[in-house]
């Protein structure tokens, strides 16, 4: 057998030899989390489908989500780091090739002392290649995609919150408005009591306390109004912010809000698991923790590697080129760890470690993704329960406060009585619009634990844009 022939059955054997080690990462995590068959609050057992921002029907809103998914700073972030992830992935990688570089070296010496100078010129390619026998370097790779791949799941779970921090915010916005308004109809009823007040007043009816109560009243609402005024710049302020915009409290919403929707699929616990991106990204850093454990156990055993140069040596630089004076070597190096003071096995253990971390970081995140949906799934009844007696409470009490005003007009009803029926109205009322904003807070917060996404799939992978 010739040395090329020789040569090229070598490293035909070694290259068979790196793929008997082909590490494959499986990671059983979801047998880790105590899942039940279904959610204790279930509406209803469907399926989970894409698209939840159309339950709303809102262009508008729609609209501020392309915008912010668009200009938002810290989606911005989260794909910046995708684009990390994906380079350390490479790069991890790389290894795995031989490396090959372009080397050349030029030196003139001069002894003196009668001796006369002389150069010496080089030009050739020198190549290394670590043989993976025991699949170091294709475990340190794997983990990196992994890594890579759980980045790009955060980004997309990144932005599905941000979807429903947006949706969230303006429901804020719209739900802060209205409160705005109970505020102002509340100053409005309060400077209509004083009118009547000081009508009864005039005609020597109504005593000096009747008079000092309304007007106490009027400046307590006037009072009221402005911290509503505040509290709905500030969820104008807070929206924008999350649009990218300068927060200027300019954005337009809405001045009511809709009808809540519907009871919506909540799907069964165990899909939940495998659709939601934050849960399938901590699943892969799991797998990504135990590909840096199998690299640790595979960097105690020993390492091949093969070098090979090819190049010209000439004492003239124009016979550098010439192919009489080209010189070739192929060299394999075998190294084996013998004493290392205990690194190498504090890798193995400090990767242990990590894969126990991460495993343990999976199971709370899914316990904490089931508890969202739990708590979502029994918050919408009890809201619904709420409204449904608050709207009553609030009609009831616009009759009384009705009466309660003409008896007072007819003198038989105190001042302290008809403003208490006043306050406990528009007390409900506000109330009221507290628990219909809660209600779609509650029904984003249910489709972002649902994991479903906002925009209806095409084929594409839930969470893309």
Wanted: proline content about 5%; glycine content about 8%.
């Amino acid at each position: 057998m010739t040395r090329p022939a020789f040569i090229l059955v070598g490293l035909a054997l070694l290259s068979t030899l790196q793929g008997c080690r082909n590490p494959e990462i499986r990671t059983d995590a979801t047998s880790a989390v105590p899942v039940r068959p279904s959610f204790a609050s279930m509406h209803d057992g469907g399926d989970v489908a894409a698209g939840w921002l159309s339950q709303f029907d809102d262009a508008a809103l729609r609209s501020l989500v392309d915008e912010a998914l668009a200009n938002n700073p810290d989606l911005r972030a989260a794909s910046a780091r995708v684009d990390q992830a994906m380079a350390l992935a490479v790069k991890a990688g790389a290894p795995l090739l031989p490396t090959l570089d372009l080397a050349a070296g030029a030196a003139y010496r001069d002894a003196g002392r009668g001796v006369d100078p002389s150069g010496a010129y080089s030009l050739g390619l020198q190549s290394s290649w670590e043989v993976d026998v025991w699949g170091r370097l294709r475990s340190a790779q794997a983990a990196a995609r992994f890594d890579a791949e759980a980045a790009q799941l955060d980004r997309d779970f990144a932005a599905e919150s941000l979807a429903a921090s947006v949706a969230r915010g303006w429901f804020l916005a719209i739900g802060a408005g209205e409160q705005l308004a109970v505020a102002e109809e509340l100053l409005a009823v309060r400077r209509r009591t004083l009118d009547v007040v000081q009508a009864r007043r005039t005609a020597g009816v109504a005593q000096p306390i009747d008079l000092s109560v309304a007007k106490a009243d009027v400046d307590t609402a006037r009072a009221g109004v402005e911290t509503a005024r505040e509290a709905h710049l500030d969820a104008l302020r807070s929206l924008e912010l999350l649009l990218g915009r300068h927060p200027a409290a300019e954005v337009t919403t809405a001045t009511r809000l809709p009808a809540p929707p519907g009871p919506m699929p909540a799907g069964l616990p165990s899909d939940l698991l495998e659709r939601r991106p934050d849960l399938v990204a901590a699943d892969r850093r799991v797998a990504a923790a135990i590909g840096r454990r199998e690299s640790a156990k595979a960097a105690r055993l020993p390492t091949l590697s093969l070098t090979a140069s090819l190049g010209t040596a000439s004492d003239e630089l124009r016979d550098v080129l010439n192919p009489e004076n080209a010189v070739w070597n192929l060299g394999a190096n075998l190294l084996a760890p013998i004493v290392d003071g205990g690194r190498r096995k504090a890798d193995v253990r400090l990767a242990e470690a990590q894969q126990r971390e991460a495993l343990a970081g999976y199971v709370k995140a899914c316990l904490s993704a089931l508890g969202d949906v739990e708590t979502s799934l029994a918050a919408e009844v009890f809201l619904r329960s709420r409204a449904e007696q608050l709207d009553r409470a609030a009609a009831e009490l616009t009759a009384a406060r009705n009466a309660a005003e003409l008896r007072y007009r007819q003198g038989l009803l105190s001042i302290f009585d008809l403003t208490q029926v006043e306050a406990r109205l528009y007390d409900a009322k506000s109330q009221a619009v507290a628990v219909r904003t809660s209600q779609f807070v509650q029904r984003t917060r249910l489709c972002l634990a649902l994991g479903g996404g906002h925009a209806p799939t095409t084929g594409a992978k839930t969470g893309d844009q």
